[in-house]
């Protein structure tokens, strides 16, 4: 998907929201990969709107899990930027938080290759020709809640 604005990453992010708000239940696990600065904060930011939290939406760079509670879904913004080996990915016990309701949001998933339970939907945000704003969005679903909420996004987007 062509991403023309950072406000259109988050309205994509809104979409997102609003399959996980219909989402069946079970642990949903969503991988965003993609260089610094290419938007995976800003969709986050977007997914968390859509699901009514309301606030400052901090980047978990430096607390590595930020935990929020809405739309009777727990949700876990996770950054793995910091960390280095599998092993740090381990410690943070991201298995332990797979609750029913809960939808896991990981920045960085490539750094936790190994230690992460399987991603439901992967993310990639890449940067794209020259203007400074366009990003290509690429997601690929892996499981059958995965299918639904890739469903979902591109009925909500192509409206
Ligand atoms: N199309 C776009 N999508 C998303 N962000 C955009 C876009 N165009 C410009 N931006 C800007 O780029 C920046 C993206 O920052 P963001 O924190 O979301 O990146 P990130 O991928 O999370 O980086 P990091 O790896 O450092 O966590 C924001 O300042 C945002 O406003
Ligand atoms: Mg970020």
């Excluded at 069946?24 to 904060?41: M, N, P, Y």
């Excluded at 986050?44 to 899990?65: D, E, H, K, N």
């Excluded at 935990?67 to 016990?93: F, K, M, T, W």
């Amino acid at each position: 998907m062509n991403v023309a604005t950072a406000d259109d990453m988050r309205a994509l992010g809104r979409a997102l929201g609003g399959a996980l708000r219909t989402a069946s239940e079970g642990a949903l696990v969503i991988g965003i990969e993609g260089e610094l600065g290419a938007g995976k904060t800003t969709l986050v930011q977007g997914v968390l709107a859509g699901l009514g939290v309301t606030g400052a939406i901090r980047s978990p760079t430096y607390t590595l899990i930020e935990p929020y509670d809405a739309a009777g879904l727990q949700l876990y913004h996770i950054d793995l930027y910091r960390l280095s080996s599998s092993r740090d990915v381990e410690a943070l016990g991201i298995r332990d938080l797979l609750d029913a309701r809960a939808v896991l949001l990981i920045e960085w998933p490539s750094r936790g290759a190994g230690a992460l339970p399987t991603e439901d939907l992967s993310i990639s945000i890449e940067y794209q020709g020259s203007g400074a704003q366009h990003r290509l969005l690429r997601a690929q679903a892996h499981s059958s809640a995965g299918d639904k909420l890739l469903e979902q996004i591109l009925a909500a987007t192509s409206e």
